[in-house]
T-cell receptor, first 111, second 114 residues
Framework: GEDVEQSLFLSVREGDSSVINCTYT??????LYWYKQEPGAGLQLLTY?????DMKQDQRLTVLLNKKDKHLSLRIADTQTGDSAIYFC???????????FGKGTMLLVSP | NAGVTQTPKFQVLKTGQSMTLQCAQD?????MYWYRQDPGMGLRLIYY???????DKGEVPNGYNVSRLNKREFSLRLESAAPSQTSVYFC?????????????FGPGTRLTVT
């Protein structure tokens, strides 16, 4: 079955870049997603990448996909204290509307 | 346009009590989902509904029932609550046909079972 894994915690200083990593096991993934969850709130979609792409940039966010290694990363440039949150990686498979989520990476940004 | 709404926001139940969590979306989405979130476990899918009139089990369906009342509403029922069902419950919806299956989440219901 499919499995999505992430490191649990990342701490950075304000102004640095943050890189959050994710690995997945199912090679038939069609889309891969990054969601952000702020304290006490639901999940908010940040960005997604189609599996035939290797990079997507959206303002301060850069997503890199290495399909051979089944590795996905999210880079946040110039990290701000407002970026402190839990970040979830998720995948969807061809023909299925359900997503499989990783356990989430807590990002803590210190001033 | 409220997106996905959930009621109640908080609930405390005693073991054995029943309750229904309500979810509604105003985006005309076909698919709706119920997840639970527990510390260190991420999000786990309880049930989902790909269209009005259909429901399917997810990863952790035991102890729950669902009803897709119409296209807008998808409710989750706990018939006899247990302490293991203490969790944060999220409802989500997604639009078919775009291919991305991007899901939109509600703010969650925080449930404690004593």
């Amino acid at each position: 079955g499919e499995d999505v894994e992430q490191s649990l915690f990342l701490s950075v200083r304000e102004g640095d870049s943050s890189v959050i990593n994710c690995t997945y096991t199912d090679s038939s993934s069609t889309y891969l997603y990054w969601y952000k969850q702020e304290p006490g709130a639901g999940l908010q979609l940040l960005t997604y990448i189609f599996s035939n792409m290797d990079m997507k940039q959206d303002q301060r966010l850069t997503v890199l996909l290495n399909k051979k290694d089944k590795h996905l990363s999210l880079r946040i440039a110039d990290t701000q204290t407002g970026d402190s949150a839990i970040y979830f990686c998720a995948e969807s498979l061809s023909g299925y509307s359900t997503l499989t989520f990783g356990k989430g990476t807590m990002l803590l940004v210190s001033p | 346009n409220a997106g996905v709404t959930q009621t109640p926001k908080f609930q405390v139940l005693k073991t054995g009590q029943s309750m229904t969590l309500q979810c509604a979306q105003d985006m005309n989405h076909n698919s709706m989902y119920w997840y639970r979130q527990d510390p260190g476990m991420g999000l786990r899918l309880i049930y989902y509904s790909a269209s009005e009139g259909t429901t399917d089990k997810g990863e952790v369906p035991n102890g729950y029932n669902v009803s897709r009342l119409n296209k807008r509403e998808f409710s989750l029922r706990l018939e006899s609550a247990a302490p293991s069902q203490t969790s944060v419950y999220f409802c989500a919806s997604s639009e078919e046909g775009k291919g991305t299956y991007e899901q939109y989440f509600g703010p969650g219901t925080r449930l404690t079972v004593t």
